[in-house]
């Protein structure tokens, strides 16, 4: 039986999420560019996409893809250099927007927040109105789209806001929460990434359904810490708390590799897309960073992590990259086969304006 919703859980949240944000502000600022496949990024060999417009999504290219795989899908793929300064600047316009209807704002990315409306500042009664008069707003200032989810927590809320995009709002009530998740295959779950979903499908847990049917010990068990989140939200339960003037202390990526791995070079190459990850989240918001972590996973799943820290901020990926690769060269030749690198840039400070963290999501 699933628990009814806790009093703490009838809030309401408001998921906002602009629609294709960086392509489609290249689109916007450059009517040419409509209507055709567009890529936001680096097209050289090692480029990666930060951003792609709905065209380019049709063929498959999404954000995150290096660009040789981005071009190799839709040949006619047009490369625009990103332009932070611009995206920052439409997106403090957009925040005055939220900030106008409720101070308990939790910013994700440039392009993505929470809102808590429950007591809103216009005292406006349903959520949904609240995501729509948002959503116009946007478009009236921009000349963006938006898409909203609303529910009573974080974890529904966003998975609503995926659900009617682009340029659409859904609603999950407290009543439809569990139902809505028991469909839902787990590779959709935000905080649920490909080694994980394919961990949970060896396990046989395809569905929302189907991870609500496992008791919490065995989703510890299989799961550590993360098994207990597992558990409640496979039931509609998230207790999280929309945080406002969020500071991110830390910014890493992370890859599981379907063979194990031993050389140097091939695991030094499997760590230039992460480094590129979170460089392009240092581009992104101005935040940099002096003290670089690599973790290393070994096939029988111990941890080993090592970090250096220096005296000044990092200033360019070539410096996150030598740092990193060193970490990685120093440890060599490794005890064992390793199956999961990780790489993260902590101490971060901003070096524009103060602002909150709005960004591409690593």
Same mark, same amino acid.
């Given at each position: 039986?699933?628990?009814?919703?806790?009093?703490?859980?009838?809030?309401?949240?408001?998921?906002?999420?602009?629609?294709?944000?960086?392509?489609?502000?290249?689109?916007?600022?450059?009517?040419?560019?409509?209507?055709?496949?567009?890529?936001?990024?680096?097209?050289?060999?090692?480029?990666?996409?930060?951003?792609?417009?709905?065209?380019?999504?049709?063929?498959?290219?999404?954000?995150?893809?290096?660009?040789?795989?981005?071009?190799?899908?839709?040949?006619?793929?047009? #490369?625009?250099?990103?332009?932070?300064?611009?995206?920052?600047?439409?997106?403090?316009?957009?925040?005055?927007?939220?900030?106008?209807?409720?101070?308990?704002?939790?910013?994700?990315?440039?392009?993505?927040?929470?809102?808590?409306?429950?007591?809103?500042?216009?005292?406006?009664?349903?959520?949904?109105?609240?995501?729509?008069?948002?959503?116009?707003?946007?478009?009236?200032?921009?000349?963006?789209?938006?898409?909203?989810?609303?529910?009573?927590?974080?974890?529904?809320?966003?998975?609503?806001?995926?659900?009617?995009?682009?340029?659409?709002?859904?609603?999950?009530?407290?009543?439809?929460?569990?139902?809505?998740?028991?469909?839902?295959?787990?590779?959709? #779950?935000?905080?649920?990434?490909?080694?994980?979903?394919?961990?949970?499908?060896?396990?046989?847990?395809?569905?929302?359904?189907?991870?609500?049917?496992?008791?919490?010990? #065995?989703?510890?068990?299989?799961?550590?810490?993360?098994?207990?989140?597992?558990?409640?939200?496979?039931?509609?339960?998230?207790?999280?708390?929309?945080?406002?003037?969020?500071?991110?202390?830390?910014?890493?990526?992370?890859?599981? #590799?379907?063979?194990?791995?031993?050389?140097?070079?091939?695991?030094?190459?499997?760590?230039?897309?992460?480094?590129?990850?979170?460089?392009?989240?240092?581009?992104?918001?101005?935040?940099?960073?002096?003290?670089?972590?690599?973790?290393?996973?070994?096939?029988?799943?111990?941890?080993?992590?090592?970090?250096?820290?220096?005296?000044?901020?990092?200033?360019?990926?070539?410096?996150?990259?030598?740092?990193?690769?060193?970490?990685?060269?120093?440890?060599?030749?490794?005890?064992?086969?390793?199956?999961?690198?990780?790489?993260?840039?902590?101490?971060?400070?901003?070096?524009?304006?103060?602002?909150?963290?709005?960004?591409?999501?690593?």
């Amino acid at each position: 039986m699933v628990p009814d919703p806790s009093p703490a859980s009838q809030r309401k949240i408001i998921h906002i999420d602009m629609d294709a944000f960086y392509a489609s502000v290249e689109q916007r600022d450059n009517p040419g560019l409509r209507g055709k496949p567009v890529a936001v990024g680096g097209s050289a060999e090692r480029g990666v996409v930060a951003a792609a417009s709905y065209e380019a999504r049709k063929f498959g290219v999404r954000s995150a893809m290096p660009s040789v795989t981005a071009k190799r899908q839709c040949p006619d793929l047009i #490369f625009i250099k990103p332009r932070f300064e611009v995206y920052r600047a439409i997106s403090r316009q957009i925040r005055e927007i939220f900030a106008e209807h409720t101070p308990i704002i939790e910013p994700l990315s440039l392009d993505e927040a929470y809102l808590d409306v429950t007591e809103n500042l216009q005292g406006i009664p349903l959520a949904r109105d609240i995501a729509l008069l948002i959503r116009e707003k946007i478009k009236a200032k921009t000349d963006l789209n938006a898409s909203a989810g609303i529910s009573y927590n974080k974890f529904l809320a966003k998975l609503a806001s995926d659900h009617r995009k682009p340029n659409g709002q859904f609603v999950i009530s407290p009543e439809m929460g569990p139902a809505f998740i028991e469909t839902l295959q787990v590779g959709k #779950f935000h905080g649920i990434g490909p080694a994980t979903s394919a961990k949970m499908n060896a396990l046989g847990i395809f569905t929302g359904l189907d991870l609500r049917n496992q008791a919490m010990d #065995f989703l510890s068990a299989n799961f550590g810490k993360a098994g207990a989140y597992y558990y409640w939200i496979s039931r509609g339960v998230d207790e999280r708390p929309v945080r406002a003037n969020r500071i991110r202390k830390s910014v890493g990526a992370e890859n599981t #590799f379907s063979s194990d791995l031993s050389e140097f070079d091939v695991m030094a190459a499997e760590l230039e897309p992460l480094i590129d990850k979170i460089w392009r989240h240092c581009e992104s918001t101005g935040d940099r960073g002096r003290t670089v972590t690599l973790k290393i996973k070994f096939a029988d799943f111990e941890i080993m992590t090592r970090g250096r820290s220096v005296a000044a901020s990092l200033s360019s990926r070539a410096d996150l990259e030598r740092l990193a690769i060193g970490l990685l060269k120093a440890e060599m030749p490794l005890p064992k086969p390793v199956r999961l690198l990780g790489v993260s840039l902590s101490s971060l400070q901003t070096t524009t304006e103060p602002e909150p963290q709005l960004n591409l999501p690593i």
